[in-house]
């Protein structure tokens, strides 16, 4: 069964992945990834560096390379670390500011990429595998009509296809994990232990967490880690009973429900504590007097730049001259349209298990929220640490290797 799993290749992964909508590194800004992400019903968008016009190719090949991806939740991080007098030059920046500096979280694999090379490339630190999707060829008519998909709202484009008929689609981490779900028996007796006794727990991220009171903003360098990580934040108030001082675990800050949010987020960010921050990115909506909140406080620090976002974004949703039917038509801008996969990610409560769930139970909790970790605390809701993906595939190539 083992030598059976480890036969597939990624192409069998690709069934039915639709081919990635893409913006350009050399020519997209800032504020054409935020009209992109609106327009998309995915929280993320590939970023791809592109040479169409042959000219450093002997055989007129398309040299494309995706060199990252984007969500909105790396555009509200950026956005809260300028003032107000740079926020408008702000959006004028190249997409490339977006992307994470330290490490690529993509990497491209061809579609013959064994299931185990796969396994290996995540657990060392990629989140997507890039794969080229097998077409067939297509008319040069047709060709030249379909190549370029042009986004309404912005100058930019995306690129469906690239030259020569490309197509490419990615592979994640949680396609891996419900690949491996259908041939869980391959791994017996590792799914109904204990993810305690299998030493899954990882501590190390339970460091990345922010206190329930302190402001938000001191939260934006643990969020954009955690996008690069994929994982999240947890949000965490005072101490449990007893000897050791260790923190309850009140909720999270999502990357995943930031993404479902839109750029004036970043509006909240730079004024609200964290545990209001929890309640203003959470649900359809932040309440309206969340949204006056923020308002007060951005008229208090003089952070003009972000006011006129707010009030712009807030204008644009068509919000009636009533007073009694404005703050509807206001909350209403805070969000935008995301798939249901992604809207059910947007929570900010925190998704938990103790040290005794079986590990099977914890895989099939995560993949039920759309999410690629789950918290783990004790009897007292104190925060312990986290079982991600990547710990799980990590035992599993482990345990794979044993049985050769």
């Known amino acids: 069964m083992a030598v059976t799993l480890l036969s597939h290749e990624v192409s069998d992964l690709c069934i039915g992945k639709p081919p990635l909508r893409c913006l350009s590194v050399v020519t ?3 504020a054409d990834a935020i009209a992109a992400l609106k327009s998309s019903d995915e929280p993320f968008l590939s970023v791809w560096s592109c040479n169409h016009d042959g000219t450093n190719d002997d055989n007129n090949k398309c040299d494309c390379e995706c060199v990252g991806k984007i969500c909105m939740a790396d555009v509200i991080c950026y956005l809260t670390k300028h003032d107000s007098k740079s926020l408008s030059s702000a959006f004028d920046s190249s997409v ?4 994470p500096k330290s490490r690529s979280i993509v990497v491209h694999v061809q579609s013959s990429c064994k299931l185990i090379e796969a396994i290996d490339l995540i657990t060392g630190g990629v989140q997507n595998l890039i794969v080229p999707i097998q077409t067939k060829p297509i008319t040069k008519r047709r060709q030249s009509r379909n190549a370029v998909v042009s986004l309404t709202t ?4 995306t690129t469906t296809t690239h030259k020569n008929s490309s197509q490419f689609c990615w592979i994640t981490q949680e396609d891996i994990i419900r690949f491996l779900l259908d041939s869980i028996s391959v791994f017996s007796p590792l799914p109904s232990l204990s993810i305690s006794d299998l030493g899954v727990i990882n501590s190390t991220h339970a460091t990345l967490s922010v206190d329930y009171y302190s402001s938000a903003s001191s939260a934006v360098t643990a969020i954009s880690r955690a996008i690069a990580d994929n994982i999240s934040v947890a949000v965490v108030d005072g101490e449990c009973d007893g000897e050791d001082t260790r923190a309850v675990l009140i909720g999270e800050i999502s990357p995943m429900t930031l993404a479902c949010c839109d750029e004036s987020a970043a509006a909240a960010v730079a004024t609200l504590s ?8 959470d649900g359809s909506g932040p309440p309206e007097s969340l949204v006056r909140v923020v308002r007060n406080r951005l008229e208090e620090k003089g952070l003009v730049g972000l006011i006129s976002l707010v009030d712009s974004l807030s ?3 068509g919000s009636s001259s009533s007073d009694e039917e404005a703050p509807v038509a206001r909350t ?3 969000g935008r349209s995301v798939s249901s996969a992604a809207r059910m990610a947007r929570k900010s409560v925190a998704i938990v298990c103790n040290g005794k769930s ?9 993949i039920a929220h759309r999410v690629s970790y789950v918290w783990v605390v004790d009897e007292d809701g104190c925060l312990v640490g986290m079982v991600t993906f990547v710990d799980i595939l990590k035992l599993f190539r482990g345990f794979l290797d044993d049985q050769n």
């Not at 490339?96 to 992307?99: D, P, R, Y």
């Not at 912005?154 to 484009?157: F, G, I, K, L, W």
């Not at 079986?358 to 995560?366: K, N, R, T």
């Open 358 to 366: 079986s590990l099977m139970a914890v895989m099939i909790q995560a």
């Open 274 to 281: 964290a545990g209001d921050l929890m309640t203003y990115i």
């Open 96 to 99: 490339s500011v977006l992307l």
């Open 315 to 317: 204008s644009s949703s």
């Open 28 to 30: 997209a800004t800032v």
């Open 154 to 157: 912005t100058t930019a484009t």
């Open 332 to 334: 209403k801008s805070y």
